[in-house]
């Protein structure tokens, strides 16, 4: 077949959660089909990057991403009175729906189009109306869906002071979920990470949205533990790591819980520990976190093993959120303990006490914390038992055939 896969975000290098779920599929259906990539780019996106998809796919497209402060209050502004959400009205960009009709304009058909994520979603149904109207033949369409994307503002609003933001973000998820609904039921084929996220929309869709949503199939986010050794940690390890990106706000703000109320616990019971805290977006911009008292913020970090060999807990102090957290299943991957909120282990098939130590109270969270610090057969443990649930459970080179079923399917 001949794939058009549109990305919110160009999915190399692996170094977050959307770009390991998009990359990891991307090359799959690239072994059996023709793959053209049409992506929103960066600014620090780099020519080597694309160069290293441009191996995988027939054809590589970019189009620049446009984001700033005004244009966001404008957007926010708009969708006010609008039934479209706010996360959905930001990202419309008339140079991303040319470039798909341009697409659709080639010598050949495309047969499906693969919109990753709910933000390209428009563009495929643009695509294939237009594809339809040039030569009344319309592409199939498969929709990915990491989130139920309307609980993550309604998560953050559970846990918000401010009232007005409380209110803004409820109406927002309420916005989210409706079009989501809508969205899905306009697909041929829509994936889940986790059916959590499928049953919980499902919940919010009406009755003639429901039937493509109990249709839709479970496709885990998975990695390539051929390509992922263990990693041997070093003697007696004193870090406790946070590793990902600050600019998304379930990140910032676990991770500013976990600074306040549970980090000062662990500092007094083990002084010799360091916080490690390693993500993209200048950690100044995240409030109530200083590098202090044993905190080390380093930014973003293109590789971060020489930290993780140190590292005796990684932490998931998640408060919100959706989908799976590709975090964890890093730590699991490369055998590190990990400590993690009982939402922030959601959709991974994790045991507390076998795989991670699972804790939702800044009392419970710290003991786990300094209890790995203290205990290395424990963080041994952990770490056996959690790569074995990767090796069985989240294994690309096993999980990931079920996409050349779909598209087989269609």
């Not at 080597?48 to 189009?63: G, P």
């Not at 990753?116 to 199939?140: F, H, N, V």
């Not at 093993?305 to 730590?331: F, N």
């Not at 690309?396 to 399917?409: P, T």
Request: proline fraction near 7%; glycine fraction near 6%; aromatic fraction near 6%.
């Amino acid at each position: 077949m001949r794939i058009l896969f549109l990305t919110q975000v160009l999915p190399y290098p692996v170094d977050a959660g959307p770009k390991t779920r998009a990359y990891y599929t991307l090359r799959q259906l690239a072994g059996r089909h023709d793959v053209t990539l049409l992506s929103f780019v960066r600014k620090d996106d780099t020519a080597s990057a694309v160069d290293h998809l441009r191996t995988l796919c027939e054809s590589v497209h970019t189009v620049p991403i446009r984001r700033a402060a005004l244009r966001d209050a404008s957007h926010w502004l708009a969708s006010l009175p609008s039934a479209t959400p706010f996360l959905i009205a930001r990202d419309r960009d008339a140079r991303m729906a040319r470039a798909v009709r341009e697409l659709m304009r080639g010598s050949r058909p495309f047969d499906a189009i693969h919109a990753d994520q709910l933000w390209m979603a428009p563009y495929a149904t643009a695509g294939s109306e237009a594809a339809a109207a040039i030569a009344a033949r319309r592409p199939a369409l498969v929709l990915d869906q990491h989130n139920a994307v309307f609980q993550i503002p309604l998560r953050v609003a559970s846990h918000e002071r401010n009232r007005l933001k409380r209110v803004a973000l409820r109406i927002e998820a309420h916005k989210l979920a409706a079009y989501e609904a809508r969205v899905c039921s306009r697909f041929d084929r829509v994936t889940w990470v986790s059916d959590a996220d499928r049953r919980a929309l499902y919940a919010r869709a009406r009755n003639s949205e429901r039937e493509a949503l109990g249709q839709g199939s479970v496709i885990p986010i998975c990695l390539p533990l051929n390509e992922r050794p263990l990693l041997e940690r070093r003697p007696n390890p004193r870090r406790v790591t946070f590793l990902g990106g600050l600019h998304w706000p379930p990140n910032a703000e676990g991770l500013v819980w976990f600074a306040r109320e549970i980090w000062p616990r662990v500092h007094r019971q083990v002084p010799n520990a360091v916080l490690t805290v390693i993500g993209k977006t200048a950690p100044s911009m995240i409030p109530g976190l200083a590098p202090a008292a044993g905190v080390e913020l380093t930014g973003y970090v293109a590789d971060p093993i020489p930290y993780l060999e140190e590292t005796a807990a990684v932490i998931a102090p998640l408060l919100s959120g959706g989908g799976m957290r590709v975090k964890i299943l890093d730590a699991l991957a490369w055998g590190l303990p990990i400590v993690s909120t009982r939402l922030g282990a959601e959709g991974i098939q994790i045991q507390g006490g076998r795989q991670a130590l699972l804790a939702d109270t800044p009392e419970a969270f710290a003991a786990a914390v300094v209890s790995l610090l203290h205990d290395q057969c424990l963080q041994q443990k952990l770490a056996s038992e959690g790569r074995r649930l990767v090796e069985a459970q989240y294994d690309c080179g096993k999980v990931y055939q079920a996409w050349d079923h779909l598209y087989a399917s269609l």
